[in-house]
């Protein structure tokens, strides 16, 4: 068996302030052998001895919330996170469709939907990009779709289509469909006409989005959003041998047909169970509860500022919900459930309230995701139930999405109320993630804005609702020991625990020491995932690119 000795920098257990140290680490077929002058006294048996050089060895990260098969297919479509307008959105779609003048669907992601007023674009601004090819591209939310004309007509998306029941479609004045298809009804409309992606695309989004992960020293995702072909893709790349870092599968319920689902979703998880891999497992589903602020679809106590009675778009019936919820959590899964409304958010807690009393105590673990509003009375309530609250820290911020979009939604007062974060964490449990490719993947932006409240260029002086930022060592525990016990992982991981078999990070210095806003100066050196080290050279990252 194989015996690594790392020598000269800081072996932590964690992430907090009075973490235990050592000053070296012997694993041996991925377990912790030896720590301190015990491990030094191993190099001359070692196979490899690694000079941390200063460093530190640390607990890899994690992120508790983020759609990797979605992050991996963004990179092989036309690029349009960095377009600042339409015109440079149809300029990248139509050098795209002219180096691929075979593909007769073309997507992309993530535009930014603050460049048109209200987010909402028309088909025909993209109709010159791609003649004669349907083009749809995603919004940086996920919740949106913008469609040219072509897709329309092929999809039969017309002035006579009625409103889905779990979606929306914006309307020209002349009742004609403007373009774009809000929430997952709507775009399932596309359903029977659109090739979707193919298998070997998605197994290649997989392999390309875990090595990424792993470059950043982030050894576990939460994939939040797994239809039935990417958990095919999964298990392909798992055989292939193509996973970077470990991911836990959460295979969405549809409000339609979740019955049917229950047995899907077992078989899934046994196929997933038979591979035997240790870096992929399918624990967990997740439900829509709601939408997004930015579409009016996220399900409000009380009507939208600037939309009068509209109190948004929930995505299932509460009672029908709670049914489902009790079915899964019957069946040994874990709930993993999308809130950001406050209206939202209660009725997260009363299904996973609903589920304990069904079905009675267990270490279930379930997770709301977001939180981004939730009324004081709830918040009471997710330490009682048990349940982890998974912000994805860097949305907490003045950026133009929630200058443009949501503070108008919302107003002051509930404007002033999002991402309650340090609320939570001094009487719940809590994870951070990321929501990639929503925005970036990497760690280092989302604890420097957890931290401040600021945007990069340190705006707002004290920060946006300075009351709700946390200590650093508290933001990398939710990066680190928050997303593990999210992950059943908190136990048999400590990297000073002799017999343990941890993931771990190599940091050319210690994140807790630096100005949060230089924590982008803070190179990942190596990851170690199931014994194996992933990562062998440097990589660095730039701030907050949104990618």
């Known amino acids: 068996m194989p015996l690594t000795v790392l020598i000269n920098g800081k072996v932590l257990a964690g992430y907090?302030?009075?973490?235990?140290?050592?000053?070296?680490?012997?694993?041996?077929?991925?377990?912790?052998?030896a720590v301190g002058s015990a491990a030094e006294s191993l190099q001359e048996?070692?196979?490899?001895?690694?000079?941390?050089?200063g460093g530190i060895l640390a607990p890899a990260f994690g992120d508790g919330h983020a759609h990797p098969v979605q992050g991996g297919l963004e990179r092989l479509g036309p690029q349009l996170r960095a377009c600042a307008s339409v015109a440079e959105i149809v300029a990248e779609v139509k050098a795209w469709a002219d180096e691929h003048p075979d593909q007769d669907w073309i997507y992309g992601a993530s535009y930014d939907a603050t460049i048109a007023p209200d987010g909402l674009f028309d088909a025909r601004w993209l109709d010159d990009a791609a003649p004669g090819r349907a083009v749809v591209l995603r919004a940086w939310d996920y919740h949106t779709l913008w469609l040219n004309s072509e897709a329309l007509?092929?999809?039969?998306?017309?002035?006579?289509?009625?409103?889905?029941?779990?979606?929306?479609?914006?309307?020209?004045?002349?009742?004609t469909p403007l373009g774009v298809l809000q929430e997952q009804g709507a775009a399932d409309l596309l359903a029977h006409?659109?090739?979707?992606?193919?298998?070997?695309?998605?197994?290649?989004?997989?392999?390309?989005?875990?090595?990424?992960?792993?470059?950043?020293?982030?050894?576990?995702?939460?994939?939040?959003?797994?239809?039935?072909?990417?958990a095919t893709a999964y298990l392909e790349a798992s055989r292939l041998g193509l996973l970077s870092t470990r991911?836990?599968?959460?295979?969405?319920?549809?409000?339609?047909?979740?019955?049917?689902?229950?047995?899907?979703?077992?078989a899934i998880r046994t196929r997933v169970q038979a591979l035997g891999d240790p870096l992929l497992t399918a624990s967990t589903v997740k439900v829509f509860v709601d939408g997004v602020v930015e579409n009016h679809t996220a399900a409000m106590l009380e009507p939208y500022t600037d939309a009068s009675g509209d109190t948004g778009l929930p995505n299932w019936r509460e009672d029908e919900l709670a049914e489902a919820a009790i079915a899964f959590d019957r069946l040994g899964f874990q709930l993993h459930l999308h809130a950001i409304g406050d209206a939202a958010c209660r009725t997260a807690l009363d299904v996973v309230e609903a589920v304990e009393v069904a079905n009675g105590p267990r270490d279930r673990r379930p997770v709301i995701a977001h939180v981004q509003l939730a009324a004081q009375a709830d918040l009471d309530r997710f330490a009682g139930l048990g349940v982890i609250a998974n912000f994805e820290p860097l949305w907490a911020q003045l950026d133009p999405p929630m200058v443009d979009l949501t503070l108008p939604r919302l107003g002051p007062v509930?404007?002033?109320?999002?991402?309650?974060?340090?609320?939570?964490?001094?009487?719940?449990?809590?994870?951070?993630?990321?929501?990639?490719?929503v925005t970036s993947l990497d760690w280092r932006p989302g604890v420097a804005t957890a931290v401040t409240r600021q945007t990069a260029d340190r705006m707002p002086a004290g920060g946006w609702t300075p009351a709700e930022r946390i200590p650093l060592d508290d933001a990398?525990?939710?990066?680190?020991?928050?997303?593990?016990?999210?992950?059943?992982?908190?136990?048999?991981?400590?990297?000073?625990?002799?017999?343990?078999?941890?993931?771990?990070?190599?940091?050319?210095?210690?994140p807790r020491r630096l100005d949060p806003h230089r924590l982008d100066e803070v190179t990942v050196l190596g990851t170690w995932i199931a014994g194996e080290r992933r990562t062998p050279n440097s990589q660095r990252s730039t701030r907050r690119d949104e990618a």
Do not use: H, K, M
Request: net charge negative; with cysteine.
């Open 193 to 230: 006409v659109e090739p979707g992606r193919t298998n070997e695309e998605r197994v290649d989004a997989i392999a390309l989005a875990t090595a990424e992960y792993a470059s950043l020293g982030v050894a576990w995702v939460q994939d939040a959003w797994v239809e039935s072909a990417d």
């Open 476 to 510: 990398l525990v939710a990066y680190s020991a928050g997303v593990a016990y999210q992950a059943f992982a908190d136990d048999g991981r400590n990297p000073l625990q002799v017999g343990d078999r941890p993931d771990l990070v190599w940091l050319d210095r210690d």
């Open 45 to 53: 048996s070692a196979d490899d001895v690694v000079d941390l050089a």
């Open 153 to 175: 007509d092929r999809a039969g998306i017309t002035a006579e289509t009625p409103e889905p029941t779990l979606g929306r479609i914006p309307r020209r004045d002349d009742g």
């Open 247 to 266: 991911v836990n599968l959460a295979l969405r319920a549809d409000p339609l047909r979740w019955r049917e689902q229950t047995e899907e979703f077992s």
């Open 16 to 33: 907090g302030n009075d973490s235990l140290e050592q000053c070296a680490l012997a694993l041996e077929d991925g377990r912790v052998l």
């Open 414 to 437: 509930r404007g002033g109320s999002q991402y309650p974060i340090r609320t939570l964490l001094q009487n719940a449990r809590i994870s951070f993630g990321s929501d990639w490719p």
